[in-house]
Protein backbone atom coordinates (compact mmCIF):
# COMPACT_ATOMS: atom_id res chain seq x y z
CA UNK A 1 0.00 0.00 0.00
CA UNK A 2 1.26 3.31 -0.88
CA UNK A 3 0.07 6.81 0.92
CA UNK A 4 -0.71 9.47 -1.32
CA UNK A 5 -0.39 13.12 0.10
CA UNK A 6 -1.40 16.26 -1.51
CA UNK A 7 -0.76 19.84 0.08
CA UNK A 8 -3.84 22.33 -0.24
CA UNK A 9 -3.93 25.78 0.24
CA UNK A 10 -5.73 25.42 4.06
CA UNK A 11 -5.22 21.87 4.26
CA UNK A 12 -3.07 19.30 6.08
CA UNK A 13 -2.53 16.43 4.80
CA UNK A 14 -1.56 13.35 6.30
CA UNK A 15 1.93 10.60 5.52
CA UNK A 16 3.78 8.37 7.30
CA UNK A 17 1.46 5.34 7.47
CA UNK A 18 3.62 2.89 5.56
CA UNK A 19 5.42 1.74 8.75
CA UNK A 20 2.47 1.53 10.48
CA UNK A 21 0.75 -0.76 7.82
CA UNK A 22 3.43 -3.36 8.24
CA UNK A 23 2.86 -4.29 11.72
CA UNK A 24 -0.36 -5.40 10.48
CA UNK A 25 0.85 -7.71 8.29
CA UNK A 26 -0.78 -11.07 10.36
CA UNK A 27 -4.13 -9.10 9.17
CA UNK A 28 -6.15 -9.99 5.74
CA UNK A 29 -5.56 -6.81 3.93
CA UNK A 30 -9.16 -5.39 4.15
CA UNK A 31 -8.76 -5.57 7.86
CA UNK A 32 -5.60 -4.14 8.04
CA UNK A 33 -7.07 -0.85 6.02
CA UNK A 34 -10.37 -0.66 7.69
CA UNK A 35 -8.00 -0.43 11.54
CA UNK A 36 -5.71 1.77 8.83
CA UNK A 37 -8.85 4.13 8.57
CA UNK A 38 -10.20 4.01 11.55
CA UNK A 39 -6.83 5.33 13.39
CA UNK A 40 -6.84 8.24 10.04
CA UNK A 41 -10.30 9.29 10.66
CA UNK A 42 -9.79 9.76 14.34
CA UNK A 43 -6.38 12.06 13.43
CA UNK A 44 -8.51 13.78 10.64
CA UNK A 45 -11.51 14.61 12.93
CA UNK A 46 -8.81 16.05 15.78
CA UNK A 47 -7.25 18.11 13.39
CA UNK A 48 -10.62 18.99 12.12
CA UNK A 49 -12.01 20.68 15.34
CA UNK A 50 -8.71 22.24 15.99
CA UNK A 51 -8.81 24.21 13.04
CA UNK A 52 -12.83 24.87 13.54
CA UNK A 53 -11.22 26.42 17.37
CA UNK A 54 -8.98 28.35 16.05
CA UNK A 55 -10.35 29.70 12.90
CA UNK A 56 -11.02 34.06 14.44
CA UNK A 57 -14.31 35.12 15.55
CA UNK A 58 -15.16 37.34 12.93
CA UNK A 59 -15.68 34.27 10.26
CA UNK A 60 -17.73 32.04 13.01
CA UNK A 61 -20.19 30.51 10.07
CA UNK A 62 -17.59 29.86 8.12
CA UNK A 63 -16.39 27.19 10.08
CA UNK A 64 -19.32 24.95 8.34
CA UNK A 65 -16.37 24.83 5.79
CA UNK A 66 -14.09 22.85 7.37
CA UNK A 67 -14.22 19.20 5.89
CA UNK A 68 -11.95 15.62 5.69
CA UNK A 69 -11.76 13.59 2.93
CA UNK A 70 -10.22 9.57 3.09
CA UNK A 71 -10.50 7.29 0.39
CA UNK A 72 -8.56 4.19 -0.18
CA UNK A 73 -8.36 3.27 -4.16
CA UNK A 74 -8.92 -0.29 -5.75
CA UNK A 75 -4.98 -0.04 -5.71
CA UNK A 76 -4.45 0.27 -2.43
CA UNK A 77 -3.41 3.97 -2.56
CA UNK A 78 -4.69 5.77 0.26
CA UNK A 79 -5.46 10.35 0.63
CA UNK A 80 -6.03 11.58 3.72
CA UNK A 81 -6.93 15.79 3.84
CA UNK A 82 -8.30 17.92 5.86
CA UNK A 83 -9.00 21.46 5.95
CA UNK A 84 -11.36 24.22 3.91
CA UNK A 85 -12.68 23.32 0.65
CA UNK A 86 -12.10 19.51 1.20
CA UNK A 87 -14.88 16.75 0.70
CA UNK A 88 -18.15 16.93 -0.34
CA UNK A 89 -20.14 20.30 -1.25
CA UNK A 90 -23.89 20.89 -1.13
CA UNK A 91 -25.50 20.33 -4.21
CA UNK A 92 -28.06 23.21 -3.90
CA UNK A 93 -26.36 26.72 -2.75
CA UNK A 94 -28.69 29.10 -1.02
CA UNK A 95 -29.09 32.28 -2.29
CA UNK A 96 -26.46 35.15 -1.34
CA UNK A 97 -27.85 37.54 1.33
CA UNK A 98 -25.70 39.77 3.39
CA UNK A 99 -26.15 41.09 7.05
CA UNK A 100 -29.53 43.31 6.06
CA UNK A 101 -31.15 39.95 4.07
CA UNK A 102 -30.92 42.07 0.66
CA UNK A 103 -29.28 40.41 -2.07
CA UNK A 104 -27.44 43.84 -3.08
CA UNK A 105 -23.91 44.12 -1.54
CA UNK A 106 -21.32 41.80 -0.29
CA UNK A 107 -21.86 38.12 1.07
CA UNK A 108 -18.91 38.14 3.88
CA UNK A 109 -17.13 35.36 4.35
CA UNK A 110 -19.32 32.07 5.07
CA UNK A 111 -18.51 28.06 4.54
CA UNK A 112 -18.36 28.53 0.69
CA UNK A 113 -15.53 31.46 0.55
CA UNK A 114 -13.64 31.42 3.67
CA UNK A 115 -10.24 29.90 1.82
CA UNK A 116 -10.37 33.96 0.58
CA UNK A 117 -10.03 34.63 4.84
CA UNK A 118 -7.55 31.95 5.43
CA UNK A 119 -4.93 31.88 2.07
CA UNK A 120 -5.94 35.37 0.81
CA UNK A 121 -6.44 36.67 -3.48
CA UNK A 122 -5.01 38.21 -6.09
CA UNK A 123 -6.06 41.08 -7.34
CA UNK A 124 -9.49 40.34 -8.52
CA UNK A 125 -12.18 42.10 -11.02
CA UNK A 126 -15.68 41.43 -12.29
CA UNK A 127 -17.57 42.30 -15.52
CA UNK A 128 -17.53 41.90 -19.02
CA UNK A 129 -14.02 42.16 -21.21
CA UNK A 130 -13.60 44.83 -23.65
CA UNK A 131 -16.48 44.66 -26.48
CA UNK A 132 -19.21 42.36 -24.68
CA UNK A 133 -21.43 43.92 -22.96
CA UNK A 134 -21.60 48.27 -22.89
CA UNK A 135 -23.72 47.78 -19.56
CA UNK A 136 -21.95 46.19 -17.43
CA UNK A 137 -18.12 47.44 -16.93
CA UNK A 138 -14.78 45.74 -15.53
CA UNK A 139 -14.83 47.01 -11.93
CA UNK A 140 -11.99 46.46 -9.83
CA UNK A 141 -12.58 44.48 -6.94
CA UNK A 142 -9.20 44.71 -5.42
CA UNK A 143 -7.35 41.74 -3.20
CA UNK A 144 -7.62 40.24 -0.13
CA UNK A 145 -4.41 39.38 2.33
CA UNK A 146 -4.00 36.36 3.90
CA UNK A 147 -5.70 36.81 7.82
CA UNK A 148 -4.74 33.44 9.09
CA UNK A 149 -1.95 31.82 7.36
CA UNK A 150 -0.97 28.32 7.83
CA UNK A 151 -4.16 27.95 9.36
CA UNK A 152 -4.37 24.05 9.18
CA UNK A 153 -0.56 23.48 9.67
CA UNK A 154 -0.76 25.51 12.90
CA UNK A 155 -3.51 23.37 14.23
CA UNK A 156 -2.38 20.14 12.73
CA UNK A 157 0.65 20.80 15.09
CA UNK A 158 -1.16 22.44 18.09
CA UNK A 159 -3.12 19.04 18.00
CA UNK A 160 -0.08 16.65 18.11
CA UNK A 161 -0.92 15.08 21.62
CA UNK A 162 -4.79 14.81 20.90
CA UNK A 163 -3.95 13.09 17.29
CA UNK A 164 -1.93 9.91 18.92
CA UNK A 165 -4.61 9.84 22.02
CA UNK A 166 -7.15 9.05 19.41
CA UNK A 167 -5.33 7.51 16.77
CA UNK A 168 -4.96 4.53 18.89
CA UNK A 169 -8.36 4.52 20.96
CA UNK A 170 -9.51 4.33 17.56
CA UNK A 171 -7.09 2.06 15.92
CA UNK A 172 -7.91 -0.60 19.07
CA UNK A 173 -11.42 -0.64 18.90
CA UNK A 174 -11.45 -0.99 15.27
CA UNK A 175 -8.98 -3.67 15.20
CA UNK A 176 -10.94 -5.51 18.29
CA UNK A 177 -13.62 -5.39 16.03
CA UNK A 178 -11.66 -7.24 13.11
CA UNK A 179 -10.40 -9.98 15.47
CA UNK A 180 -13.97 -10.51 16.26
CA UNK A 181 -15.24 -11.20 12.88
CA UNK A 182 -11.80 -13.14 11.96
CA UNK A 183 -13.13 -15.39 15.23
CA UNK A 184 -16.68 -16.12 13.92
CA UNK A 185 -15.50 -16.59 10.51
CA UNK A 186 -12.92 -19.22 11.67
CA UNK A 187 -15.59 -20.96 13.55
Known amino acids: MTINTKSLTGGEAVSGLDALLKKFTVLESKSAN ?3 AAMVKAK ?5 KQI ?7 VKAARKGVRMRFKISKADKMTAIVGFG ?3 RKKKK ?12 GVGISAANIHWWVAGTAKRTTGAKKGKRKNNPIADRGRMPSMQPNLA ?5 KSKGQ ?3 FMIERGALALEKEITKLKLKGK
Open 86 to 88: VGK
Open 34 to 36: KVL
Open 94 to 105: PAPKNSQGKRKG
Open 52 to 58: KKDTAGK
Open 153 to 157: AEAAA
Open 163 to 165: QNK
Open 44 to 48: LGVIA
